[in-house]
């Protein structure tokens, strides 16, 4: 079955201390305006399963992990048979999840597939529509208390564009977060200017100001 648009064969940065490889699944639920990956959203899955798992085989004992990203890992349809495979060669894996599939999220907690999850929160409840196409805040935090329950090893993160969205308002979600037990660091990554995305974003033209942020969240640049 074809299962990934892309393969990142190496990546020391995307999986917390380990050597992993990224799976890039093609599309997605949500078309954040803000999005790296346009050819993936919109895209088509082209890797086959078998390829990716022959990878994975070879590549046994110089990687450690393999990161779930695209797009959202969670719309493939054959992902808990695919996670197992993975597993069975030794790896952990990792989930990148914009968190709107909440029962995917439990069935691969409860089958313990899951080592690591980066849980999308993408905006105040109120924001989610313009900025992300769609979604929806209950669905985010539906998956943010189950891994809250779980014994795996989660962070929160947010992409901070300042058109897209101010100071106070990323404040205001490091609050909630808060009231909501989460003790975790609330990673801020701040948009990189000059690349495609899926909205055409201009530039921005607004100072962040990082002193009123440093407080809440910590930022990744
Ligand atoms: S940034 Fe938004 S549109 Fe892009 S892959 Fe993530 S959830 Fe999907």
């Given at each position: 079955?074809?299962?990934?648009?892309?393969?990142?064969?190496?990546?020391?940065?995307?999986?917390?201390?380990?050597?992993?490889?990224?799976?890039?699944?093609?599309?997605?639920?949500?078309?954040?305006?803000?999005?790296?990956?346009?050819?993936?959203?919109?895209?088509?899955?082209?890797?086959?399963?078998?390829?990716?798992?022959?990878?994975?085989?070879?590549?046994?004992?110089?990687?450690?992990?393999?990161?779930?990203?695209?797009?959202?890992?969670?719309?493939?349809?054959?992902?808990?048979?695919?996670?197992?495979?993975?597993?069975?060669?030794?790896?952990?894996?990792?989930?990148?999840?914009?968190?709107?599939r909440p029962d995917v999220i439990q069935i691969l907690l409860n089958e313990?597939?899951?080592?690591?999850?980066?849980?999308?929160?993408?905006?105040?409840?109120?924001?989610?529509?313009?900025?992300?196409?769609?979604?929806?805040?209950?669905?985010?935090?539906e998956s943010?208390?189950m891994l809250?329950?779980h014994?795996?090893?989660?962070?929160?993160?947010?992409?901070?564009?300042?058109?897209?969205?101010?100071?106070?308002?990323?404040?205001?979600?490091?609050?909630?977060?808060?009231?909501?037990?989460?003790?975790?660091?609330?990673?801020?990554?701040?948009?990189?200017?000059?690349?495609?995305?899926?909205?055409?974003?201009?530039?921005?033209?607004?100072?962040?100001?990082?002193?009123?942020?440093?407080?809440?969240?910590?930022?990744?640049?």
């Amino acid at each position: 079955m074809k299962a990934l648009y892309d393969l990142t064969p190496f990546t020391l940065l995307d999986f917390p201390d380990i050597p992993a490889a990224i799976f890039w699944f093609a599309g997605c639920n949500l078309r954040c305006s803000y999005c790296y990956n346009p050819d993936i959203v919109l895209g088509t899955a082209h890797i086959d399963e078998e390829t990716a798992l022959a990878f994975l085989t070879k590549r046994i004992g110089l990687l450690e992990g393999v990161v779930l990203s695209g797009g959202e890992a969670t719309l493939y349809p054959n992902l808990l048979p695919f996670c197992r495979s993975i597993k069975a060669l030794g790896y952990k894996l990792k989930l990148d999840t914009n968190a709107m599939r909440p029962d995917v999220i439990q069935i691969l907690l409860n089958e313990s597939l899951l080592d690591y999850v980066a849980l999308d929160y993408k905006a105040p409840a109120s924001e989610m529509s313009r900025i992300c196409g769609g979604g929806n805040e209950h669905r985010f935090w539906e998956s943010f208390h189950m891994l809250q329950m779980h014994a795996v090893n989660f962070e929160v993160r947010t992409t901070f564009h300042r058109d897209l969205l101010n100071e106070s308002q990323i404040i205001s979600m490091s609050n909630t977060l808060v009231q909501e037990g989460y003790t975790r660091p609330f990673y801020v990554q701040l948009f990189r200017d000059s690349v495609q995305t899926l909205g055409n974003l201009p530039s921005s033209k607004h100072i962040v100001n990082y002193r009123l942020l440093e407080h809440y969240v910590t930022l990744r640049t």
